[in-house]
């Protein structure tokens, strides 16, 4: 069955690295407090390091293994871990390590991002679908300007993407059917779930978004309906509008 | 406890007779489509006996009666009942039906609302918070052009305004506590509820929602913290802006 976009209705888009720069956020804010703190830290490195403990911690959430915790939750006890392991712990006070953790709600725009979906909002209805608490994305699409049509979270389903029901609960809510939302995402891991769920799949590609010394996923090794580069491109593809 | 403006984080606000013109926008679509069908019917009239359905239908799920449905499906139940009582259900085939159904995805906004909501947007997250569904109210914000940071709905809680838990799910889902938010409504019902789950109020007098043969609530019956006659006027009493 190939890819309709006749069919589509709804873009629902992947904030954290998708949408916005969380690398840049984070690094910025990280240095930031850090310096306030006499402390010094490499915030991109760290960033880095901190980001590389998503993925696991939300999937002991997703597994079963405990229970559904806030993303902010999972955020705090990797920065726990992590600044202990840096030997800096004493450094940072319950008040500095929550402004850490807020430095998620704060995220830059890719510059493509906002332009790019005020096109797509033209003919779709443009949700925002991510793991971050629907407070963390609300809080994050208003700093940042993205002119969103919605927010959704995986919090509504109580679980985290990849697992179905997170995008399928937004899919509900929605009042459509899977195949006419078009997951755009960049990443891999995002891309199966949402394929696996029935949804149309849009790639896009952020080759920095990992910063210089890690490699970002690529497109030849992602099997999604549409590749694209930017949202701009995205709205140019999806110019053959929805079916109405 | 008087009311302390520098408390509010989030502006709630109510949709319809709030923030839309249920009344003008059904009445006019109620009119196209039984004109279409060869069918005499007032569009205004028959808005307001619609609309008069509303609560009743919706206390049958609050009260445990029946389980939660979706309120497209409390509307279509009410317009059924309707055409049958009008004795024109013959003319009214299923895909009409459920174009009159889909007429409350869509309304005119009140003169003030696009303006006033952007003016509040600029210090607090401004949020639908209606018993629509979450689809009907995405349709409907976006076909109206107004500027909500995001959209919540009773349908999150899977009750109906005024039960608590359709507040409280909001609240909690915007990281808030409920004193942080002030709800927005032009009805004593939802005041009502929204101060007793803790939240601040505001009521908004549109003394014309119902139109000209039945009396809309008034400020003087309600008991809330504000009383104002539009989202301009809320704006620029909230000019003192949220505590940051």
Same mark, same amino acid.
């Given at each position: 069955?190939?890819?309709?976009?006749? /069919? !589509?209705?709804?873009?629902?888009?992947?904030?954290?690295?998708?949408?916005?720069?969380?690398?840049?956020?984070?690094?910025?804010?990280?240095?930031?407090?850090?310096?306030?703190?006499?402390?010094?830290?490499?915030?991109?490195?760290?960033?880095?390091?901190?980001?590389?403990r998503y993925l696991p911690s939300m999937q002991r959430v997703s597994g079963g293994e405990r229970e559904w915790v806030y993303l902010d939750t999972l955020h705090r006890?990797?920065?726990?871990?992590?600044?202990?392991?840096?030997?800096?712990? @004493?450094?940072? @006070?319950?008040? /500095?390590?929550?402004?850490?953790?807020?430095?998620?709600?704060?995220?830059?725009?890719?510059? @493509?991002?906002?332009?790019?979906?005020?096109?797509?909002?033209?003919?779709?209805?443009?949700a925002a679908l991510s793991n971050g608490g629907f407070a963390l994305l609300t809080n994050l699409v208003k700093g940042a300007g993205l002119p969103f049509d919605c !927010?959704?979270?995986?919090?509504?389903?109580?679980?985290?993407?990849?697992?179905?029901?997170?995008?399928?609960?937004?899919?509900?809510?929605?009042?459509? @059917?899977? /195949?006419?939302?078009?997951?755009?995402?960049?990443?891999?891991?995002? !891309?199966?779930?949402?394929?696996?769920?029935?949804?149309?799949?849009?790639?896009?590609?952020? *080759?920095?978004?990992?910063?210089?010394?890690?490699?970002?996923?690529? /497109?030849?090794?992602?099997?999604?309906?549409?590749?694209?580069?930017?949202?701009?491109?995205?709205?140019?593809?999806?110019?053959?509008? *929805?079916?109405?």
């Amino acid at each position: 069955m190939g890819f309709d976009v006749g /069919a !589509i209705r709804v873009v629902a888009c992947d904030i954290f690295g998708t949408t916005v720069d969380w690398r840049t956020g984070v690094a910025r804010q990280v240095a930031a407090i850090a310096a306030e703190r006499g402390v010094a830290l490499e915030g991109g490195a760290f960033a880095d390091d901190w980001r590389e403990r998503y993925l696991p911690s939300m999937q002991r959430v997703s597994g079963g293994e405990r229970e559904w915790v806030y993303l902010d939750t999972l955020h705090r006890e990797s920065l726990d871990e992590l600044l202990e392991l840096r030997g800096v712990a @004493d450094a940072f @006070d319950e008040g /500095a390590r929550r402004r850490l953790v807020r430095a998620w709600h704060r995220l830059p725009a890719w510059e @493509d991002s906002v332009d790019g979906l005020a096109g797509l909002r033209e003919r779709y209805v443009v949700a925002a679908l991510s793991n971050g608490g629907f407070a963390l994305l609300t809080n994050l699409v208003k700093g940042a300007g993205l002119p969103f049509d919605c !927010i959704l979270s995986a919090e509504l389903a109580r679980t985290y993407k990849p697992e179905p029901e997170a995008y399928l609960t937004a899919v509900r809510l929605l009042d459509v @059917d899977p /195949a006419e939302v078009l997951m755009v995402a960049a990443h891999k891991w995002d !891309i199966d779930g949402a394929r696996e769920a029935g949804l149309a799949t849009a790639f896009l590609e952020r *080759p920095l978004e990992k910063g210089p010394s890690v490699t970002a996923d690529r /497109a030849d090794d992602v099997e999604s309906d549409l590749v694209v580069r930017g949202f701009g491109e995205l709205a140019v593809l999806l110019e053959a509008g *929805p079916r109405t």
